[in-house]
């Protein structure tokens, strides 16, 4: 299984910051990493697809990038509406494998 | 308007079985892969396996293969897990999500299953 090493594990930013989100995989997964935001109580929200590919409805102020083993994800000018848990996904093998996810909260 | 509607959860106990569903609405069910999620009680998230447009076809992760089986009704639009041989270790909230471009895009709200003598 391919592992995905997500940090931090909490970030705690003000708003209008810019926050960087790092997941690294333990082989090259040719970019096939999406980003989830988890709100509390609530099913996660698919943002990011492909490395860097916004989804429909995904604000602009989100951004993704990287390639081989190493990808960043950031929010810049940080907004109360983004404090949640966000999680990578790879998915260039099966099984499909997460990261442990990082806690956003407000400084 | 996508929706995913997870049922079936609740208190099991260790070695019993149980059978999930999730109807869907606001898409052609038929027309997509189909997965399952959990989400254990630490927030770590596990892909479970997924389910080809037409149930022809599963995929699982290795660990779950054995108990796990994943199902589809696409005339009731409805996706299934049935868990077999439950153990403490399964005590998740599961979710059902719809496969677009191998990924989750959609998600239910999540059942949540406690195993427990």
């Known amino acids: 299984d391919i592992q995905m090493t997500q940090s931090p594990p909490s970030l705690s930013a003000s708003l209008g910051d810019k926050v960087t989100i790092t997941c690294q995989a333990s082989q090259n997964i040719n970019k096939y990493i999406a980003w989830y935001q988890q709100k509390p109580g609530k099913a996660p929200r698919l943002l990011i697809r492909y490395t860097s590919t916004l989804e429909s409805g995904t604000p602009s102020r989100f951004s993704g990038s990287g390639s081989g083993r190493d990808y960043s994800f950031s929010i810049s000018n940080v907004e109360s509406e983004d404090i949640a848990s966000y999680y990578c996904?790879?998915?260039?093998?099966?099984?499909?494998?997460f990261g442990a996810g990082t806690k956003l909260e407000l400084k | 308007e996508v929706q995913l509607v997870e049922s079936g959860g609740g208190l099991v106990q260790p070695g019993a079985s149980l059978k999930l569903s999730c109807v869907a609405s606001g898409f052609t069910f038929s027309d997509y892969w189909m997965s399952w999620v959990r989400q254990t009680p630490g927030k770590t998230m596990e892909w479970i396996g997924d389910i080809k447009y037409d149930g022809s076809y599963t995929n699982y992760a290795p660990s779950l293969k054995n108990r796990f089986t994943i199902s589809r009704d696409n005339a009731k639009s409805t996706l299934y897990l049935q868990m077999s041989n439950v153990r403490s270790e399964d005590t998740a909230t599961y979710y059902c999500?719809?496969?677009?471009?191998?990924?989750?895009?959609?998600w239910g709200q999540g059942v949540m299953v406690t195993v427990s003598s």
């Open positions: 996904l790879q998915y260039d093998n099966l099984p499909y494998t």
């Open positions: 999500t719809r496969v677009r471009g191998a990924i989750f895009d959609y």
